[in-house]
């Protein structure tokens, strides 16, 4: 799940301080899930706003859709008929879908009303917390299922570094060390032996710094 986090409201209310009429556009999706861009989210910043231009002796009009979701353009089609009368569109999505409203409304302002954070989940009520660094070379089947290159602050590979003490990390005492995370789930698994083999070097040419990546279906693209 993608993990967002609401921008500062005045700062929100800067990006729009020009536009007398804006269509606030919130998702159905991650950050829904993470309560910071659902429908109630996408309300209530309208109302805020509402009430800042009114102190300010700037009256703004406000409308709301909640998309399906941001990052399919199919569920986007229904804002046809609400942009066209926007001055501008702020998205409470995460940053694909301010980049989709965009490349489909050219010629709108389109501004993001959150900061895209981390891709994880939930570990409780209210924590989110990172657990994938989208570097698409999955290495989990040789650690335990916990991921190094995330949950490690170092993003070390073949074991822990020598900061790491009580099996907690050097940075904080409250963040654990992954690798005696990864220690302790392979040994409770009886699978510790699987730890000394020599890894092979990780394949870095899949993450983001070969450019813009893209995943391919060929047996669902269009004919």
């Not at 891709?119 to 698409?136: F, Q, V």
Request: proline residues 4%; aromatic residues 4%.
């Amino acid at each position: 799940m993608i993990i967002a986090r609401q921008k500062n409201i005045k700062d929100i209310a800067a990006m729009v301080e020009d536009c007398e009429k804006v269509l606030l556009v919130g998702c159905a999706g991650c950050v829904t899930v993470c309560l910071s861009g659902g429908e109630k989210e996408t309300e209530i910043l309208a109302s805020a706003l509402r009430i800042m231009r009114k102190l300010a002796g700037k009256p703004l009009a406000t409308s709301t859709y909640i998309a399906t979701r941001q990052c399919d353009p199919e569920f986007l089609s229904p804002l046809d008929g609400l942009v066209g009368e926007a001055d501008a569109v702020i998205s409470l999505a995460c940053g694909v879908g301010v980049q989709y409203l965009a490349e489909k409304y050219p010629d709108k302002w389109v501004v993001p009303a959150q900061d895209t954070l981390f891709a994880g989940g939930a570990t409780e009520h209210g924590r989110w917390d990172e657990k994938c660094g989208l570097c698409g070379d999955c290495i989990l089947h040789r650690t335990g299922g916990i991921c190094p290159v995330i949950r490690c602050a170092k993003s070390i590979l073949n074991g822990p570094c020598g900061g790491s003490q009580h099996g907690r990390c050097e940075i904080d005492k409250d963040v654990a060390c992954a690798w005696q995370l990864i220690y302790d789930r392979m040994k409770a698994l009886g699978r510790l032996q699987d730890l000394t083999a020599v890894q092979p070097l990780k394949d870095w040419s899949k993450a983001r710094d070969g450019g813009p990546r893209k995943a391919l279906r060929e047996d669902l693209m269009a004919r």
